[in-house]
């Protein structure tokens, strides 16, 4: 009965309405048309793009796959220009994360998931409420399980930031997971207290850029370990001192360097639940050479299961930490690492540029675990 009255009511309620409208100033009149078509014209006019995207495919294989992206709330239109590629998109995202016996689980697990965590790229639609205009530069990162390799993607606002002016679409890239690794393992430790570091596999991804960065948090002796060719090139990067590990001598020249203080922290960019990397052996090596932390990268299964628990507030490890990376709400370190970047004190090096193609992927993949590449390997998906 209520809705039937109001029914009966709703005729003479309209009449009401357009008769108080007809009475309302023109300017006002014009004014309220004005928004309500503008508000049509741009929900109509929202970009629809189709993305091609990677995935993970059966055994260790990749996909290409397409999908429909339009903008939503809270996240940025992003056409890609290039991707970082990094271990952990090499390894499957969770391949040493798990034990070996466990492999044809970890591949089932990923299985058509989206690959890729760092990109570059330019704004294709107009978004007011995140500050962004078409055509902007930008650089960031996806959270897990990732997706940045993709030809269009759909980024968390706060994953995202102004590309560095000083560097070019492949060299940003390539930051944002190895700069927010550096910058968020290491800054809690630049209040004075550490003085000295220690980068262990310091010319591959991470470690060449958390040289750069340990200097511009000033630490003023850093020591980069890396194999003979690599010496010089660190060096140029801001070591103050280098260790050979070829010469096997690597524990008794880190103690020649900084003597009974030992080092304040180490940063092991090589350790991880790989046998080839658990045989250098370096946390056995190097833990009691130091003072406040040793910071691994990798370990194997039950590490990362102590880890997800500190995630918690609980101190498990002691003085060695597994450090995880922490994507969300990064838009501020990414402003950070902007900022190094054009002043002079930040760059990326790129070690090799692949296609995006299949082949392409396979090919830094490859490289990634040859664990012989100097620097980052860039997939570019669109020519500048």
């Not at 205009?133 to 759909?154: E, N």
């Not at 639940?273 to 009691?288: E, H, I, K, N, V």
């Not at 692949?354 to 570019?380: C, H, L, W």
């Amino acid at each position: 009965m209520k809705i039937l009255t109001r029914l009966l009511y709703l005729p003479s309620s309209l009449a009401f309405l357009s008769s108080r409208a007809n009475a309302l100033p023109t300017s006002l009149k014009r004014s309220i048309y004005h928004t309500i078509t503008t508000t049509k014209m741009s929900a109509s006019a929202a970009s629809v793009v189709e993305s091609k995207y990677v995935v993970y495919g059966p055994g260790d294989t990749v996909e290409f796959r397409t999908k429909t992206l339009k903008p939503k709330a809270g996240h940025v239109l992003v056409q890609v220009y290039a991707n970082g590629v990094n271990p952990v998109e090499a390894k499957r995202s969770i391949g040493d994360k798990l034990p070996k016996s466990m492999e044809r689980l970890s591949f089932w697990l990923v299985k058509g998931t989206p690959v890729g965590f760092e990109f570059s790229g330019v704004v294709a639609e107009d978004n007011n409420d995140c500050g962004y205009k078409k055509g902007d530069q930008v650089f960031g990162s996806m959270p897990p399980p990732g997706g940045s390799m993709g030809t269009y993607i759909s980024v968390p606002e706060h994953q995202l930031a102004p590309k560095p002016t000083s560097l070019s679409f492949e060299e940003a890239s390539c930051l944002p997971l190895v700069g927010l690794t550096a910058l968020q393992a290491l800054k809690e430790y630049s209040d004075g207290k550490a003085k000295s570091i220690c980068i262990v596999g310091a010319s591959g991804g991470t470690g060449h850029v958390a040289i750069q960065v340990a200097k511009q948090l000033g630490f003023t002796t850093i020591v980069a370990v890396c194999s003979t060719r690599n010496l010089e090139f660190c060096k140029v990067l801001g070591a103050t001192r280098t260790i050979d590990y070829t010469k096997e001598t690597v524990a008794q020249d880190l103690k020649n360097i900084v003597g009974d203080d030992n080092v304040d922290i180490t940063m092991d960019c090589v350790t991880s639940g790989d046998p080839a990397d658990q045989a250098m052996g370096y946390p056995q090596m190097l833990l009691p050479l130091t003072n406040i932390r040793y910071l691994r990268l990798g370990g194997v299964f039950s590490d990362w299961c102590v880890a997800l628990v500190e995630r918690w507030g609980w101190n498990l490890f002691g003085k060695e930490k597994l450090f995880w990376i922490r994507f969300p709400h990064s838009k501020e370190e990414l402003l950070q690492l902007k900022g190094y970047c054009d002043a002079g004190h930040l760059k990326p090096k790129i070690e090799k540029t692949v296609p995006f193609t299949i082949d392409g992927i396979q090919e830094a993949f490859a490289d990634i675990m040859s664990r012989r590449a100097k620097g980052k390997i860039v997939i570019q998906v669109k020519e500048e």
